[in-house]
């Protein structure tokens, strides 16, 4: 049994909550009863839900849960009513951008004190009514959003935030060591593959039980809240991948390098290219 929350515990806890995820709002703490124990009282805005947190334990596994919503592929948003004020919240997983790593239209933009690309009440038109917007704690109409980016130029500064996607590893090749290039793309992707290892004249594998088997899969990586996949080859599997990924939503990322032939050359490095949904490739005919 976990120790006793006393109220100075669920105070530090608190703070350490709201600092780890934009997502989630102390609403309250307070002693219940029933538990004997200081409870903490928070609102999700990727659910619209209240939760109780009685403890860190409680917090990790309840984080664990929360890393695992799937990512929205477009900006969404919800508007509740808290203690008399309407509050927005923008959906997703977003992380801040150093200013050092913005991109030039997003710098000319904030330097001349303005938003760049789409407002977001204009895409969101339902944030109009909040009073303010997370992350950031901005006013609806100090955000825009430019691609992948979120920025917020208020009275007292600019934030950027970029939208991070959880990419499953749909290869037979280990990922881990590229997890930091992968962040700088705007994935969270998960090293360990997850595609299965079919020989391609076997007895054991007809297609009709490749195509069952990369099913399966996806509906356990959909489960697992990831937005997209990584597929790698022309394989069966990959193709097989590909259209049931268009199915349930899924993006299809495939990756590509670049080394530089010599020290002046323009580029080395990763880079990736989404392919088309197979909606997208039926209306070419």
């Known amino acids: 049994m976990a120790d006793a929350m006393f109220k100075e515990d669920a105070e530090r806890l608190a703070e350490w909550i709201t600092d780890e995820n934009q997502m989630v ?10 538990r004997g124990n200081y409870v903490i009282v928070a609102y999700d805005y990727g659910t619209d839900e209240e939760f109780y947190v009685d403890g860190p334990e409680t917090w990790a596994q309840k984080k664990n849960e929360l890393a ?5 592929s477009s900006i969404t948003a919800t508007v509740r009513e808290k ?3 309407k509050v927005g919240s923008v959906l997703g997983h977003w992380t801040e951008v150093n200013p050092d790593d913005w991109p030039d239209e997003i710098c000319d933009a904030v330097e001349d004190r303005r938003v760049p690309g789409e407002a977001l009440t204009d895409l969101e038109p339902a944030l109009a009514d909040a009073e303010i917007v997370f992350p950031g704690k901005g006013k609806p109409d100090d955000y825009g959003v430019d691609g992948d980016y979120l920025v917020l ?5 600019a934030k950027v935030w970029r939208h991070i996607i959880k990419l499953a590893n749909f290869t037979l090749e280990d990922q881990s060591a590229r997890s930091d290039a992968w962040r700088g793309l705007g994935f969270d992707i998960a090293g360990q593959p997850l595609a299965p290892m079919v020989e391609p004249v076997s007895e054991e594998w007809g297609e009709k039980d490749v195509a069952d088997e990369v099913r399966s899969r996806m509906l356990d990586i959909l489960d697992q809240g990831y ?11 990959s193709a097989y991948a590909w259209v049931f990924a268009g199915v349930v939503g899924l993006k299809v990322i495939m990756a590509w390098e670049q080394r530089g032939e010599s020290p002046q050359s323009a580029f080395a490095g990763m880079g990736y290219t989404e392919l088309l949904h197979y909606k997208e490739i039926e209306e070419l005919f």
């Open 83 to 85: 203690h008399g004020r």
């Open 68 to 72: 695992r919503k799937p990512v929205a």
């Open 25 to 34: 709002d102390v609403i309250d703490i307070k002693m219940d009863p029933d």
């Open 153 to 157: 130029v208020s009275r007292d500064g």
């Open 227 to 237: 937005g997209a996949i990584l597929i790698d080859g022309q394989t069966n599997v």
